[in-house]
C-alpha cells in the first residue's frame, strides 16, 4: 500500500498535548479521514490559532508519522464527544514554521488566493511535494548550515 501524506487542521494547543500523547487527532466529523489513514502515512499539522479562543497563527506546528493501522474513539460511548485517534510518531527536533514562506511553492495553496477554505474539513489529504516541502521548512537550523 502506497504511503500517503495528511493535513490536520487543529489550534496549537491541542496539536502540543496530541504530540505529548503521542497520538493524531481530528477535529469533530473527521473520524471516517482518521480511518483511512494507514501505518506510516505522513501527518503534519497547521494551526490556524493558538487555542479554541486564542490568537491568530497560522502555523504549522507538528509533523510525524501514523505510527500503527488502528482507529480508536475515546471518551464514554454514551457522550456526543468521541474524538477519533491514531498512535502517531512525531518528529521532535521539528520547529512549527508559518505558512507565510511556503504559500508560493505547496500545490495546496499555489495560486489559489481562498486556499484556507479547503482547511474547513479538519483533515485532508495532500501531496507527497507538499509533506517534504514542510518538513524541509520545519527542519531546525543546524551549525553546518551558517
Do not use: C
Not at 479562543?53 to 501514523?66: C, H, Q, S, V, Y
Amino acid at each position: 500500500m502506497a504511503i500517503r501524506f495528511w493535513l490536520g487542521v487543529v489550534h496549537r494547543e491541542h496539536v502540543l498535548r496530541g504530540v505529548d500523547l503521542g497520538i493524531a487527532r481530528a477535529n469533530r466529523g473527521a473520524g471516517d479521514v482518521i480511518a483511512q489513514m494507514g501505518e506510516a502515512d505522513g501527518i503534519v499539522y497547521y494551526s490556524p490559532k493558538t487555542a479554541i479562543e486564542g490568537d491568530p497563527l497560522k502555523e504549522f506546528t507538528a509533523i510525524g508519522r501514523i505510527a500503527d493501522a488502528y482507529a480508536y474513539q475515546v471518551g464514554d460511548p454514551g457522550s456526543s464527544w468521541r474524538p477519533w485517534r491514531r498512535r502517531a510518531d512525531y518528529d521532535l527536533d521539528a520547529w512549527p514554521t508559518s505558512i507565510r514562506p511556503l504559500l508560493s511553492v505547496l500545490q495546496l495553496t499555489q495560486g489559489n488566493p481562498n486556499w484556507g477554505f479547503q482547511l474547513r474539513r479538519g483533515v485532508l489529504e495532500i501531496s507527497r511535494h507538499d509533506f517534504e516541502m514542510i518538513r524541509q521548512q520545519m527542519r531546525r537550523p543546524s551549525a553546518d548550515d551558517r
